[in-house]
């Protein structure tokens, strides 16, 4: 019988344009079954935003109600030169989100990376001043965030901020700014956008000693009235790491704070790495390609794919425990054909981290936490 409504469950997650149900009362889709718990994000990247990949589009609209992009909104892409502001594909993502009402986060107005030298330099080399920073930075968030006022239900203002021993990053940001830069930018981001929700966003935030940063953080936020709605902790996870009791407290420790808490940017790598300190989300780690950190170029092992799945059980369940305090779970892509697991830390790896695999398949995975659900 489980096995007979296992197909029936897949095939109708396979199948994103119809429903196929075990029985009358189940719903087959993420989105259906996770409705009265929080709501079920994924990311898309340039090319699903512009339909060049329709096949996962149709899974996109049949599972999921929030959407972030990926890199569109990122400085480097939306804001590359001083004069110019490219808005091509963050104006599609919005018409394809508001056409199927979905709730879209922008991603991401203040961060250390992909962000242009031009920013923080002086054509002559020299890094800017405080004043004229912080005067670049307002004009940056009135323009994107105020274009799309009434659009963008939430924007990540401040992306990875902080060190894994709860101090602030030594980024240009800080070094330029100051530490109130993190304060500036929400400032900003609620004048030209009121109605938005404001998140700060951060890797390893199950990490005490960064927990107690970010909560600090936000502590003084609320103590100068300045806007903060919630914290979202990126779930960059592998099947044994993190220890899920201390992603619990951080859960909790954020909720206690009044905010929402999200789990972003979510994707449980299988693959071994060659330092457990690499097992965040620091983009700028490249090491060369390895065969023994790259065990699966073939295709992933039935033993593993039980693995997989037996983790996002582990991780759903947590979530489930504390739907009063999570507002959204958000997927790392749609696929694992776009996951940006198969390049990192090692380009050109074969990673399986999402719950649909290179041909929009749904793996054992997604039918175990739709089962949670019922």
């Given at each position: ?142 323009t994107v965030a105020g274009r ?99 992603l619990e407290d951080s859960i ?123």
């Open positions: 019988m489980f096995k007979l409504a296992s197909t029936l469950f897949l095939t109708g997650l396979a199948c994103a344009a119809c429903v196929s149900t075990a029985n009358n009362n189940t719903p087959t889709y993420l989105k259906d079954a996770y409705a009265p718990f929080f709501m079920m994000g994924t990311a898309l990247n340039e090319q699903q935003i512009s339909g060049q990949v329709p096949e996962d589009l149709l899974v996109v609209k049949s599972h999921f109600n929030a959407i972030t992009p990926e890199n569109i909104m990122k400085w480097e892409v939306i804001h590359p030169s001083p004069n110019e502001y490219n808005f091509s594909a963050s104006d599609q993502l919005v018409a394809l989100t508001n056409e199927h009402n979905l709730f879209l986060i922008g991603h991401t107005l203040t961060w250390h990376s992909q962000t242009p030298d031009w920013v923080f330099k002086s054509p002559d080399g020299e890094l800017k001043d405080r004043e004229a920073l912080l005067a670049l930075l307002k004009e940056h968030i009135y799309y006022r009434g659009q963008i239900q939430g924007w990540d203002v401040v992306n990875e901020a902080f060190n894994e021993d709860g101090t602030l990053r030594n980024s240009l940001w800080l070094q330029i700014i100051g530490p109130d830069y993190i304060e500036k930018a929400f400032e900003y981001a609620h004048e030209a956008a009121p109605d938005a929700k404001l998140y700060y966003n951060d890797y390893n935030l199950f990490k005490p000693e960064k927990r107690a940063g970010v909560v600090a953080m936000v502590k003084r936020l609320q103590a100068k009235n300045i806007p903060i709605d919630g914290v979202g902790l990126q779930g960059h996870y592998a099947l044994d790491y993190p220890d899920l009791s201390l909790i420790a954020y909720g206690e704070l009044g905010i929402e808490v999200m789990i972003t940017e979510l994707d449980v790598s299988v693959l071994p790495f060659p330092d457990e300190e690499e097992m965040g989300a620091d983009v700028s780690i490249n090491i060369a390609l390895q065969s023994k950190f790259n065990p699966y170029a073939n295709g992933l092992p039935a033993s593993i794919n039980t693995q997989l799945s037996d983790r996002y059980e582990a991780l759903f369940k947590l979530f489930l425990k504390h739907q009063d305090i999570i507002s959204r779970v958000t997927f790392w892509g749609v696929n694992d054909r776009q996951t940006w697991r198969n390049n990192w830390p090692m380009q050109g790896r074969s990673d399986y981290p999402l719950l649909f695999d290179r041909e929009n398949r749904p793996k054992d995975a997604a039918f175990t936490i739709i089962q949670l659900t019922q």
